[in-house]
């Protein structure tokens, strides 16, 4: 008797918390999770973002994710990170950070067990979402983070962010 072997296809989701809810995004398009940083503030940056931060170097956009979905803003707390993330956005490439109040886990997780995000009694914008997957008695949804940016804000993300430039000691170093 031949035994059939059926191999489920599982993707990798981080879980994470804003303020009582837990979503989670494909841990593909996450590079890495830091402790909070010092975060600096830019002038007449949109509201959604929470400024910059020199990551290794690098200048890094933050961003409040609590606004995209219509939550108060994220208040700093010992257990507050930052995801840092990339995306493709309409064929644009950016590198950007999401500020979580918390990290959990991460949930391997079959794709025919994330249910289609209802459109009726959802708080959050469904564009903004997956699906929602049940985890025990609690559900998770699933971030489609390219989709939290869109289009305008990655333009101003890639514009308003000063560039680091070597300074002439650095340059001389080289």
């Given at each position: 008797?031949?035994?059939?072997?059926?191999?489920?296809?599982?993707?990798?989701?981080?879980?994470?918390?804003?303020?009582?809810?837990?979503?989670?995004?494909?841990?593909?398009?996450?590079?890495?999770?830091?402790?909070?940083?010092?975060?600096?503030k830019?002038?007449?940056?949109?509201?959604?973002?929470?400024?910059?931060?020199n990551?290794?170097?690098?200048?890094?956009?933050?961003?409040?994710?609590?606004?995209?979905?219509?939550?108060?803003?994220?208040?700093?707390?010992?257990?507050?990170?930052?995801?840092?993330?990339?995306?493709?956005?309409?064929?644009?490439?950016?590198?950007?950070?999401?500020?979580?109040?918390?990290?959990?886990?991460?949930?391997?997780?079959?794709?025919?067990k994330?249910?289609?995000?209802?459109?009726?009694?959802?708080?959050?914008?469904?564009?903004?979402?997956?699906?929602?997957?049940?985890?025990?008695?609690?559900?998770?949804?699933?971030?489609?983070?390219?989709?939290?940016?869109?289009?305008?804000?990655?333009?101003?993300?890639?514009?308003?962010?000063?560039?680091?430039?070597?300074?002439?000691?650095?340059?001389?170093?080289?």
């Amino acid at each position: 008797m031949k035994v059939e072997e059926t191999t489920k296809k599982l993707t990798s989701y981080l879980s994470f918390r804003l303020n009582d809810e837990e979503f989670a995004t494909n841990v593909g398009s996450v590079m890495s999770i830091l402790e909070m940083p010092k975060i600096t503030k830019l002038p007449n940056a949109p509201s959604y973002m929470r400024g910059i931060i020199n990551l290794r170097g690098e200048v890094l956009p933050v961003i409040d994710i609590h606004y995209k979905f219509g939550l108060p803003e994220a208040k700093i707390t010992s257990s507050t990170c930052i995801l840092v993330m990339e995306a493709t956005v309409e064929g644009q490439y950016i590198k950007f950070g999401i500020l979580v109040d918390s990290v959990n886990e991460v949930h391997e997780i079959e794709p025919s067990k994330i249910a289609p995000t209802p459109t009726l009694g959802n708080k959050y914008r469904s564009d903004f979402l997956e699906g929602i997957y049940q985890n025990n008695d609690s559900f998770i949804m699933i971030v489609d983070i390219e989709n939290v940016l869109m289009a305008d804000e990655v333009a101003i993300l890639s514009t308003s962010i000063p560039e680091i430039i070597p300074d002439e000691a650095d340059q001389q170093n080289n």
